[in-house]
Protein backbone atom coordinates (compact mmCIF):
# COMPACT_ATOMS: atom_id res chain seq x y z
CA UNK A 1 0.00 0.00 0.00
CA UNK A 2 1.21 3.65 -0.76
CA UNK A 3 1.02 6.26 0.85
CA UNK A 4 -1.41 9.38 -0.18
CA UNK A 5 1.21 11.39 -1.97
CA UNK A 6 3.16 8.70 -3.31
CA UNK A 7 0.61 7.70 -5.37
CA UNK A 8 -0.40 11.18 -6.52
CA UNK A 9 3.21 10.72 -7.48
CA UNK A 10 3.08 7.36 -9.57
CA UNK A 11 0.23 8.33 -11.25
CA UNK A 12 1.29 12.02 -12.46
CA UNK A 13 -1.93 13.36 -12.51
CA UNK A 14 -4.46 13.89 -8.98
CA UNK A 15 -7.98 14.66 -10.35
CA UNK A 16 -9.64 17.08 -8.17
CA UNK A 17 -13.65 15.95 -6.73
CA UNK A 18 -16.56 17.10 -8.88
CA UNK A 19 -18.47 18.76 -5.63
CA UNK A 20 -21.53 20.02 -5.22
CA UNK A 21 -22.68 23.14 -3.43
CA UNK A 22 -23.69 21.51 -0.38
CA UNK A 23 -20.37 20.19 0.52
CA UNK A 24 -18.42 23.67 0.87
CA UNK A 25 -18.34 25.02 4.20
CA UNK A 26 -20.30 28.32 4.66
CA UNK A 27 -17.57 29.56 7.21
CA UNK A 28 -14.11 29.95 6.86
CA UNK A 29 -12.08 27.35 9.19
CA UNK A 30 -10.06 28.69 11.81
CA UNK A 31 -8.35 25.24 12.54
CA UNK A 32 -5.33 23.85 11.59
CA UNK A 33 -5.34 21.12 8.57
CA UNK A 34 -5.69 17.50 9.72
CA UNK A 35 -3.63 16.63 7.00
CA UNK A 36 -0.78 17.86 5.89
CA UNK A 37 1.71 16.95 2.74
CA UNK A 38 4.74 18.94 4.15
CA UNK A 39 7.26 17.84 6.66
CA UNK A 40 8.67 20.37 9.40
CA UNK A 41 11.53 19.05 11.17
CA UNK A 42 11.77 18.52 14.76
CA UNK A 43 7.62 18.21 14.64
CA UNK A 44 7.45 14.76 13.77
CA UNK A 45 7.91 12.15 15.98
CA UNK A 46 9.20 8.82 14.39
CA UNK A 47 7.33 5.56 15.11
CA UNK A 48 9.62 3.33 16.62
CA UNK A 49 9.22 0.80 13.56
CA UNK A 50 9.50 3.28 11.08
CA UNK A 51 12.33 4.85 9.07
CA UNK A 52 12.77 8.12 7.29
CA UNK A 53 14.91 9.00 4.10
CA UNK A 54 15.41 12.63 3.53
CA UNK A 55 16.76 13.58 0.39
CA UNK A 56 19.82 16.49 1.09
CA UNK A 57 21.22 16.50 -2.18
CA UNK A 58 20.03 14.90 -5.79
CA UNK A 59 21.89 16.88 -8.40
CA UNK A 60 24.27 16.48 -10.92
CA UNK A 61 28.36 16.92 -10.45
CA UNK A 62 28.39 20.66 -10.61
CA UNK A 63 26.18 22.52 -7.80
CA UNK A 64 23.49 25.06 -8.36
CA UNK A 65 21.33 26.77 -5.90
CA UNK A 66 18.45 24.29 -6.37
CA UNK A 67 19.80 21.00 -6.22
CA UNK A 68 23.57 20.43 -4.04
CA UNK A 69 25.08 17.40 -4.78
CA UNK A 70 24.91 13.86 -3.70
CA UNK A 71 23.44 13.05 0.24
CA UNK A 72 20.72 11.29 1.61
CA UNK A 73 19.72 11.32 5.44
CA UNK A 74 18.31 7.61 6.65
CA UNK A 75 16.85 7.73 10.39
CA UNK A 76 15.45 4.80 11.96
CA UNK A 77 12.83 4.48 14.66
CA UNK A 78 15.52 3.46 16.84
CA UNK A 79 17.34 6.64 17.02
CA UNK A 80 19.93 5.88 14.64
CA UNK A 81 21.14 8.17 12.14
CA UNK A 82 23.28 7.59 9.01
CA UNK A 83 24.42 9.90 6.35
CA UNK A 84 24.81 8.36 2.39
CA UNK A 85 27.13 10.43 0.77
CA UNK A 86 27.45 14.05 2.03
CA UNK A 87 28.36 15.83 -1.54
CA UNK A 88 29.15 19.49 -2.00
CA UNK A 89 26.49 21.93 -0.89
CA UNK A 90 24.52 19.44 1.18
CA UNK A 91 25.39 20.83 4.77
CA UNK A 92 23.02 23.67 3.75
CA UNK A 93 20.46 21.31 3.77
CA UNK A 94 21.01 18.89 6.82
CA UNK A 95 21.20 21.99 8.71
CA UNK A 96 17.81 22.58 8.40
CA UNK A 97 16.89 19.03 9.60
CA UNK A 98 17.83 20.28 13.28
CA UNK A 99 19.43 17.08 14.01
CA UNK A 100 22.79 17.99 16.76
CA UNK A 101 25.84 16.94 15.19
CA UNK A 102 26.50 14.15 17.95
CA UNK A 103 23.74 12.16 16.01
CA UNK A 104 25.69 12.77 12.50
CA UNK A 105 28.49 10.67 13.27
CA UNK A 106 28.19 7.79 10.82
CA UNK A 107 28.65 8.28 7.59
CA UNK A 108 28.77 6.11 4.37
CA UNK A 109 30.89 7.13 0.99
CA UNK A 110 30.34 5.79 -2.46
CA UNK A 111 33.90 7.50 -3.79
CA UNK A 112 35.77 9.99 -3.60
CA UNK A 113 34.21 12.61 -6.70
CA UNK A 114 33.54 15.89 -4.88
CA UNK A 115 29.61 15.86 -5.59
CA UNK A 116 29.43 13.27 -3.20
CA UNK A 117 31.81 13.91 -0.44
CA UNK A 118 33.20 17.41 -0.49
CA UNK A 119 30.86 18.36 2.66
CA UNK A 120 32.40 15.89 4.61
CA UNK A 121 34.78 18.78 5.68
CA UNK A 122 31.93 21.26 6.60
CA UNK A 123 30.26 17.90 8.70
CA UNK A 124 33.75 17.25 10.84
CA UNK A 125 34.35 21.21 11.28
CA UNK A 126 30.97 22.50 11.91
CA UNK A 127 30.27 19.73 13.93
CA UNK A 128 33.90 20.76 15.87
CA UNK A 129 32.46 24.28 15.81
CA UNK A 130 29.21 23.37 17.68
CA UNK A 131 30.82 21.21 20.34
CA UNK A 132 30.39 17.66 18.97
CA UNK A 133 31.47 15.35 21.61
CA UNK A 134 32.00 12.26 19.20
CA UNK A 135 34.42 11.48 16.76
CA UNK A 136 32.88 11.55 13.54
CA UNK A 137 32.79 8.31 11.87
CA UNK A 138 33.33 7.84 8.17
CA UNK A 139 33.29 4.39 6.13
CA UNK A 140 34.93 4.14 2.73
CA UNK A 141 36.35 2.05 -0.22
CA UNK A 142 39.55 0.65 -0.65
CA UNK A 143 41.27 0.72 -4.20
CA UNK A 144 43.44 -0.51 -6.64
CA UNK A 145 46.16 1.33 -4.71
CA UNK A 146 46.45 2.63 -1.30
CA UNK A 147 46.56 6.21 -1.68
CA UNK A 148 43.56 5.87 -3.80
CA UNK A 149 41.39 4.85 -0.60
CA UNK A 150 39.21 6.29 1.53
CA UNK A 151 41.47 6.77 4.70
CA UNK A 152 44.94 7.99 2.72
CA UNK A 153 42.13 11.06 1.59
CA UNK A 154 40.94 11.75 4.62
CA UNK A 155 44.40 11.70 6.16
CA UNK A 156 45.47 13.93 3.47
CA UNK A 157 42.34 15.94 4.77
CA UNK A 158 42.81 16.53 8.26
CA UNK A 159 46.64 17.74 7.17
CA UNK A 160 45.16 20.12 4.73
CA UNK A 161 42.74 21.23 7.93
CA UNK A 162 45.30 21.31 10.23
CA UNK A 163 45.70 25.39 10.58
CA UNK A 164 41.93 24.95 11.32
CA UNK A 165 41.58 22.71 13.77
CA UNK A 166 44.90 23.56 15.97
CA UNK A 167 43.21 27.09 16.16
CA UNK A 168 40.34 25.14 18.31
CA UNK A 169 42.62 23.34 20.13
CA UNK A 170 42.27 23.94 23.73
CA UNK A 171 38.68 25.75 23.25
CA UNK A 172 36.26 23.50 22.56
CA UNK A 173 35.46 20.04 23.53
CA UNK A 174 38.33 17.75 21.93
CA UNK A 175 36.44 14.42 21.17
CA UNK A 176 34.81 16.31 18.13
CA UNK A 177 37.93 17.07 16.49
CA UNK A 178 38.82 13.37 15.72
CA UNK A 179 37.84 11.56 12.65
CA UNK A 180 37.71 7.80 12.49
CA UNK A 181 38.16 6.13 9.61
CA UNK A 182 36.71 2.50 8.64
CA UNK A 183 38.33 1.62 4.93
CA UNK A 184 36.63 -1.84 3.45
CA UNK A 185 37.59 -3.80 0.78
CA UNK A 186 36.04 -2.16 -2.35
CA UNK A 187 35.52 -5.66 -4.39
CA UNK A 188 33.51 -7.26 -1.58
CA UNK A 189 30.02 -8.63 -2.61
CA UNK A 190 27.19 -7.63 -0.01
CA UNK A 191 30.06 -7.74 2.81
CA UNK A 192 28.34 -6.28 5.92
CA UNK A 193 30.61 -3.05 6.73
CA UNK A 194 28.90 -1.54 9.77
CA UNK A 195 26.72 -3.86 12.05
CA UNK A 196 25.21 -2.05 15.24
CA UNK A 197 21.90 -2.13 17.16
CA UNK A 198 20.02 -3.93 14.70
CA UNK A 199 21.22 -2.36 11.51
CA UNK A 200 23.15 -3.75 9.14
CA UNK A 201 24.79 -2.15 5.83
CA UNK A 202 26.30 -3.76 3.41
CA UNK A 203 28.43 -3.01 0.49
CA UNK A 204 28.56 -3.85 -3.14
CA UNK A 205 31.05 -2.54 -5.94
CA UNK A 206 29.85 0.38 -8.15
CA UNK A 207 31.26 0.50 -11.67
CA UNK A 208 32.69 4.15 -11.80
CA UNK A 209 35.39 5.11 -13.29
CA UNK A 210 37.75 3.89 -11.51
CA UNK A 211 38.30 0.95 -8.87
CA UNK A 212 37.18 2.20 -5.44
CA UNK A 213 33.64 2.96 -5.82
CA UNK A 214 30.55 1.19 -3.99
CA UNK A 215 26.66 1.07 -3.67
CA UNK A 216 25.27 0.27 -0.12
CA UNK A 217 22.33 -1.39 1.52
CA UNK A 218 20.55 -1.10 5.06
CA UNK A 219 18.44 -3.60 6.55
CA UNK A 220 16.75 -2.59 9.81
CA UNK A 221 13.80 -4.00 11.56
CA UNK A 222 12.28 -5.58 8.17
CA UNK A 223 13.01 -2.84 5.54
CA UNK A 224 15.45 -2.38 3.19
CA UNK A 225 17.30 0.86 1.67
CA UNK A 226 19.68 0.56 -1.46
CA UNK A 227 21.29 3.72 -2.51
CA UNK A 228 23.81 3.06 -5.56
CA UNK A 229 25.91 6.31 -5.20
CA UNK A 230 27.31 6.77 -8.98
CA UNK A 231 27.72 3.10 -11.08
CA UNK A 232 26.62 2.20 -14.52
CA UNK A 233 24.28 -0.97 -14.28
CA UNK A 234 25.36 -4.12 -13.04
CA UNK A 235 24.34 -7.06 -12.05
CA UNK A 236 25.47 -6.86 -8.30
CA UNK A 237 22.74 -4.16 -7.57
CA UNK A 238 20.19 -6.05 -9.67
CA UNK A 239 20.85 -9.49 -8.03
CA UNK A 240 20.99 -8.19 -4.06
CA UNK A 241 17.93 -5.61 -4.27
CA UNK A 242 15.31 -6.95 -5.52
CA UNK A 243 11.97 -6.25 -3.82
CA UNK A 244 13.49 -3.63 -1.36
CA UNK A 245 11.15 -0.97 0.16
CA UNK A 246 13.05 2.47 -1.46
CA UNK A 247 15.95 1.74 -4.11
CA UNK A 248 17.64 4.99 -4.81
CA UNK A 249 19.43 5.07 -7.92
CA UNK A 250 21.21 7.07 -10.42
CA UNK A 251 18.95 8.82 -13.30
CA UNK A 252 21.62 10.08 -14.78
CA UNK A 253 20.89 13.19 -17.75
CA UNK A 254 19.64 11.51 -21.13
CA UNK A 255 22.71 12.30 -24.07
CA UNK A 256 20.61 14.88 -25.67
CA UNK A 257 20.15 16.73 -22.56
CA UNK A 258 23.78 16.96 -21.84
CA UNK A 259 24.46 18.04 -25.41
CA UNK A 260 21.73 20.62 -25.43
CA UNK A 261 22.28 21.76 -22.10
CA UNK A 262 25.96 21.30 -21.55
CA UNK A 263 27.43 21.58 -24.77
CA UNK A 264 28.94 18.24 -24.85
CA UNK A 265 30.21 16.55 -27.94
CA UNK A 266 27.96 13.41 -28.86
CA UNK A 267 30.32 10.83 -28.52
CA UNK A 268 31.37 12.01 -24.57
CA UNK A 269 27.88 12.88 -23.60
CA UNK A 270 26.82 9.17 -24.58
CA UNK A 271 29.74 7.87 -23.05
CA UNK A 272 28.97 9.66 -19.62
CA UNK A 273 25.08 9.00 -19.83
CA UNK A 274 25.12 5.71 -20.60
CA UNK A 275 28.63 3.97 -19.36
CA UNK A 276 29.94 6.20 -16.33
CA UNK A 277 26.48 7.00 -15.27
CA UNK A 278 23.00 5.24 -15.59
CA UNK A 279 20.92 6.85 -17.94
CA UNK A 280 16.75 6.94 -17.92
CA UNK A 281 15.98 4.15 -19.51
CA UNK A 282 18.65 1.91 -18.26
CA UNK A 283 17.52 2.91 -14.68
CA UNK A 284 13.83 1.75 -15.68
CA UNK A 285 15.20 -1.77 -16.72
CA UNK A 286 16.83 -2.24 -13.14
CA UNK A 287 14.08 -0.95 -11.48
CA UNK A 288 11.81 -3.36 -14.08
CA UNK A 289 13.81 -6.34 -12.78
CA UNK A 290 14.26 -6.06 -9.44
CA UNK A 291 10.17 -4.41 -8.51
CA UNK A 292 11.25 -2.34 -5.04
CA UNK A 293 8.60 -1.04 -3.20
CA UNK A 294 9.77 2.56 -4.05
CA UNK A 295 11.83 3.46 -7.43
CA UNK A 296 13.78 6.94 -6.79
CA UNK A 297 15.52 8.37 -9.59
CA UNK A 298 17.85 10.71 -9.12
CA UNK A 299 21.37 12.50 -9.96
CA UNK A 300 19.57 14.86 -12.54
CA UNK A 301 18.77 18.48 -12.62
CA UNK A 302 15.15 17.99 -12.30
CA UNK A 303 13.86 20.80 -14.20
CA UNK A 304 10.74 22.06 -15.95
CA UNK A 305 11.96 21.55 -19.46
CA UNK A 306 14.17 18.37 -18.55
CA UNK A 307 11.83 16.48 -16.43
CA UNK A 308 9.13 15.39 -19.24
CA UNK A 309 11.94 13.35 -21.06
CA UNK A 310 13.69 11.86 -18.28
CA UNK A 311 10.02 10.96 -17.08
CA UNK A 312 9.48 9.63 -20.23
CA UNK A 313 12.26 7.31 -21.02
CA UNK A 314 11.61 5.65 -17.66
CA UNK A 315 8.00 5.26 -18.31
CA UNK A 316 8.39 3.18 -21.65
CA UNK A 317 9.98 0.49 -19.37
CA UNK A 318 9.21 0.55 -15.91
CA UNK A 319 5.40 1.18 -14.60
CA UNK A 320 5.75 0.85 -10.82
CA UNK A 321 5.53 3.48 -8.08
CA UNK A 322 7.99 5.55 -8.89
CA UNK A 323 9.72 9.40 -7.44
CA UNK A 324 11.68 11.57 -9.30
CA UNK A 325 13.94 13.36 -6.77
CA UNK A 326 14.29 16.74 -5.37
CA UNK A 327 16.48 18.28 -2.19
CA UNK A 328 14.68 17.92 1.22
CA UNK A 329 12.40 15.18 0.11
CA UNK A 330 11.11 13.26 2.85
CA UNK A 331 10.48 9.30 2.64
CA UNK A 332 8.48 7.65 5.34
CA UNK A 333 8.43 3.72 5.20
CA UNK A 334 6.59 1.12 7.27
CA UNK A 335 5.55 -2.48 6.56
CA UNK A 336 2.32 -1.24 5.78
CA UNK A 337 3.14 2.15 3.90
CA UNK A 338 5.28 4.65 2.05
CA UNK A 339 4.56 8.40 2.39
CA UNK A 340 6.33 11.01 0.14
CA UNK A 341 6.48 14.28 1.09
CA UNK A 342 8.82 17.83 0.96
CA UNK A 343 10.54 19.36 3.95
CA UNK A 344 9.86 23.45 4.72
CA UNK A 345 13.64 24.25 6.38
CA UNK A 346 13.94 26.84 8.82
CA UNK A 347 16.98 29.16 6.99
CA UNK A 348 18.06 31.36 10.28
CA UNK A 349 18.17 28.05 12.06
CA UNK A 350 21.59 27.90 15.02
CA UNK A 351 23.28 24.28 15.88
CA UNK A 352 21.75 22.35 18.33
CA UNK A 353 22.76 22.48 21.76
CA UNK A 354 25.08 19.02 22.92
CA UNK A 355 23.48 16.14 23.40
CA UNK A 356 25.73 15.41 26.19
CA UNK A 357 27.61 17.14 28.72
CA UNK A 358 30.82 19.19 27.19
CA UNK A 359 33.99 17.80 28.13
CA UNK A 360 37.01 20.62 29.38
CA UNK A 361 38.86 21.38 26.49
CA UNK A 362 42.13 20.07 26.30
CA UNK A 363 45.27 22.33 27.07
CA UNK A 364 47.53 22.79 23.77
CA UNK A 365 50.51 21.82 23.53
CA UNK A 366 52.68 24.77 22.28
CA UNK A 367 52.17 28.33 21.92
CA UNK A 368 50.45 28.95 18.86
CA UNK A 369 50.33 32.45 18.33
CA UNK A 370 53.73 34.61 18.25
CA UNK A 371 54.85 37.65 20.51
CA UNK A 372 55.11 39.55 16.86
CA UNK A 373 51.34 38.93 16.35
CA UNK A 374 50.23 39.93 19.69
CA UNK A 375 52.21 43.22 19.91
CA UNK A 376 49.42 44.37 16.97
CA UNK A 377 46.47 44.09 19.38
CA UNK A 378 44.53 46.97 20.23
CA UNK A 379 43.60 45.67 23.87
CA UNK A 380 40.41 47.34 25.02
CA UNK A 381 40.45 47.00 28.78
CA UNK A 382 37.49 48.91 29.57
CA UNK A 383 35.55 47.95 26.90
CA UNK A 384 36.21 44.06 27.57
CA UNK A 385 36.24 44.12 31.44
CA UNK A 386 32.59 45.33 31.34
CA UNK A 387 31.28 42.74 29.00
CA UNK A 388 33.22 40.02 30.77
CA UNK A 389 31.50 41.13 34.26
CA UNK A 390 28.11 41.46 32.90
CA UNK A 391 28.38 37.84 31.60
CA UNK A 392 29.60 36.89 34.73
CA UNK A 393 26.68 38.45 36.58
CA UNK A 394 24.03 37.16 34.06
CA UNK A 395 24.81 33.88 34.15
CA UNK A 396 26.71 32.99 37.06
CA UNK A 397 30.27 32.28 35.56
CA UNK A 398 33.37 33.42 36.68
CA UNK A 399 35.69 33.41 33.67
CA UNK A 400 38.43 36.34 33.94
CA UNK A 401 39.47 38.24 31.34
CA UNK A 402 43.20 37.59 30.47
CA UNK A 403 45.13 40.60 31.08
CA UNK A 404 47.67 41.81 28.36
Known amino acids: MFG ?47 MR ?3 CGTGQPTIRPKQAAACWLVELGNGDKFLFDIGAQSMSRIAGYKIHYDFLDKVFISHLHMDHYADLTALWIGGLKANRTVPLRVWG ?3 FAAEYGIRASLDALQE ?23 EFDFSGVNQIVYQENGVTIRSMPAIHDLDGAVSYTLE ?31 SFAPPSTLIEKQNYGAEFALW ?78 WPMAPNRPVEPAEKPKMEVMSDF ?9 DILQKLWDDINREYGSNAQLPQR
Do not use: C
Open 160 to 182: AYIWEVTSATGKLDGRGQRIEVT
Open 53 to 55: ITS
Open 373 to 381: TRSGEYFMT
Open 141 to 143: PSS
Open 272 to 349: LSTLAHTSPPQFAEIMKLTKPRLAVAYHFYNDHDTLPEQLSLIREIYDGPLVMALDNMVINVTKEDILVRRAVLDDEV
Open 4 to 50: RITKALFLGIIFGPLLSSAVYAQVSPTQALSERSIYFPGTEDLRPDE
Open 220 to 250: WNGLKFAYSGDTSPNKWWIDLTEGFDVSVHE
